[in-house]
């Protein structure tokens, strides 16, 4: 199975191709647009600038896409595209190219939710076998997830307001580090003494995998204001220093409630128990490690797909859609963008499907 994958759900623009025979797969092509210069001027992505680009990108991304897999629209057997959880206007710009083609084509449309593109992106490159654990760490999401089959996810838990990759970045504005914050927190932090400044460690007290990060932005702000009242700014040091306590916080509060995901997801018996990790968060060195240390110490196989996988990209929706394809899913026409859409209930997924 060839598929077509097309992404515009939040500031990448994307399309790839991707090849199924059985469990093997293969990246024929993937091109991601990134617009981070068009909103960098911000501080944020601009839905409206987003809107635009996609619409203007989309098509290009898509024929380099086939242009680099060596193939043209008559090869493929479906198109894949991100129907939501995303930025409305971006999500309905690729929706309706892939409509488009589609029905120039006569191939199978199938509308793919995003998140399940990042959880299923392990069997993609690994061929993971479900059941497994899936922390998704990104700019948008944090949330834990059995994903049991290509369609079927349980949530454990999550942030229940900011997500880490937003934390970093918010703790990279402040300090008036370069953005997207997370290598350059990271960076900074490598040099820094994490006990200086206390940080806390949100919701470790409580029972269960939810999370909280806003906290820590709060803590920030107030050590950096401290510093700033006594002496007038910030040194180096103090910089390195405030990386180092949050990152750790992070670090800390990520590993005991993955700790904790694992002990529900041992019920799971699974023949080979695995924790993989997606999301840009999980480029981070100090908290993969501590992943793969929790992982190890309950004996389970930990996984981390390739960076340019784990953030956002087009192969993990055509894979996500070929996973889809087979287990009989796909739409009609009336595929809808939808701006919100938990993966732990895909039944709006099926809407049109037959299902
Ligand atoms: P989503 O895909 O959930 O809509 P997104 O597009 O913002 O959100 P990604 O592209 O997966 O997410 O990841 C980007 C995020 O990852 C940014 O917030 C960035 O700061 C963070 N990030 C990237 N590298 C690192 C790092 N080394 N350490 C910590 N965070 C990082
Ligand atoms: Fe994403």
Same mark, same amino acid.
């Given at each position: 199975?060839? &598929?077509?994958?097309? %992404?515009?759900?939040?500031?990448?623009?994307?399309?790839?191709?991707?090849?199924?025979?059985?469990?093997?797969?293969?990246?024929?092509?993937?091109?991601?647009?990134?617009?981070?210069?068009?909103?960098?001027? &911000?501080?944020?992505?601009?839905?409206?600038?987003?809107?635009?680009?996609?619409?203007?990108?989309?098509?290009?991304?898509?024929?380099?896409?086939?242009?680099?897999?060596?193939?043209?629209?008559?090869?493929?057997?479906?198109?894949?595209?991100?129907?939501?959880?995303? +930025?409305?206007?971006?999500?309905?710009?690729?929706?309706?190219?892939?409509?488009?083609?589609?029905?120039?084509?006569?191939?199978?449309?199938?509308?793919?939710?995003?998140?399940?593109?990042?959880?299923?992106?392990?069997?993609?490159?690994?061929?993971?076998?479900?059941?497994?654990?899936?922390?998704?760490?990104?700019?948008?999401?944090?949330?834990?997830?059995?994903?049991?089959?290509? %369609?079927?996810?349980?949530?454990?838990?999550?942030?229940?307001?900011?997500?880490?990759?937003?934390?970093?970045?918010?703790?990279?504005?402040?300090?008036?580090?370069?953005?997207?914050?997370?290598?350059?927190?990271?960076?900074?932090?490598?040099?820094?003494?994490?006990?200086?400044?206390? &940080?806390?460690?949100?919701? +470790?007290?409580?029972?269960?995998?939810?999370?909280?990060?806003?906290?820590?932005?709060?803590?920030?702000?107030?050590?950096?204001?401290? +510093?700033?009242?006594?002496?007038?700014?910030?040194?180096?040091?103090?910089?390195?220093?405030?990386?180092?306590?949050?990152?750790?916080?992070?670090?800390?509060? +990520?590993? %005991?409630?993955?700790?904790?995901?694992?002990?529900?997801?041992?019920?799971?018996?699974?023949?080979?128990?695995?924790?993989?990790?997606?999301?840009?968060?999980?480029?981070?060195?100090?908290?993969?490690?501590?992943?793969?240390?929790?992982?190890?110490?309950?004996?389970?196989?930990?996984?981390?797909?390739?960076?340019?996988?784990?953030?956002?990209?087009?192969?993990?929706?055509?894979?996500?859609?070929?996973?889809?394809?087979?287990a009989g899913g796909r739409d009609g026409m009336e595929l809808s963008a939808r701006p919100r859409w938990p993966l732990d209930r895909s039944a709006p997924a099926l809407i049109g499907s037959g299902k």
């Amino acid at each position: 199975l060839t &598929f077509l994958g097309i %992404e515009s759900s939040c500031d990448d623009t994307a399309a790839a191709v991707v090849r199924a025979d059985g469990a093997q797969a293969q990246i024929l092509s993937s091109v991601v647009d990134g617009q981070t210069a068009l909103h960098a001027a &911000f501080g944020g992505v601009v839905p409206e600038i987003a809107a635009r680009a996609h619409a203007e990108r989309l098509d290009l991304c898509v024929e380099r896409a086939l242009e680099e897999a060596g193939l043209g629209l008559r090869d493929l057997d479906g198109i894949a595209v991100t129907a939501g959880p995303g +930025l409305i206007g971006g999500v309905l710009s690729g929706v309706m190219l892939a409509k488009g083609l589609a029905a120039g084509t006569g191939l199978p449309l199938v509308g793919v939710n995003h998140l399940a593109g990042h959880a299923l992106t392990p069997r993609l490159t690994d061929g993971l076998a479900f059941p497994y654990l899936m922390l998704l760490v990104s700019g948008g999401h944090c949330q834990f997830l059995i994903a049991r089959g290509a %369609e079927e996810f349980s949530r454990l838990g999550g942030s229940i307001d900011d997500a880490p990759g937003e934390a970093f970045d918010k703790t990279a504005k402040l300090l008036g580090l370069p953005q997207p914050g997370g290598p350059s927190v990271e960076a900074e932090a490598a040099t820094g003494d994490p006990r200086r400044f206390a &940080f806390p460690r949100p919701m +470790l007290d409580r029972p269960g995998c939810d999370m909280s990060f806003s906290g820590l932005k709060t803590a920030l702000l107030r050590a950096r204001d401290g +510093l700033v009242a006594e002496k007038g700014g910030l040194t180096r040091a103090d910089r390195a220093d405030l990386c180092a306590g949050f990152q750790a916080a992070v670090v800390e509060v +990520l590993a %005991e409630k993955t700790r904790r995901a694992l002990a529900v997801y041992a019920a799971e018996g699974a023949a080979e128990p695995a924790l993989a990790v997606a999301g840009g968060v999980a480029a981070n060195g100090p908290i993969r490690a501590a992943l793969t240390r929790v992982a190890e110490a309950a004996g389970v196989r930990f996984l981390a797909p390739p960076l340019r996988l784990c953030t956002d990209n087009a192969a993990m929706i055509a894979w996500a859609g070929i996973e889809r394809f087979r287990a009989g899913g796909r739409d009609g026409m009336e595929l809808s963008a939808r701006p919100r859409w938990p993966l732990d209930r895909s039944a709006p997924a099926l809407i049109g499907s037959g299902k």
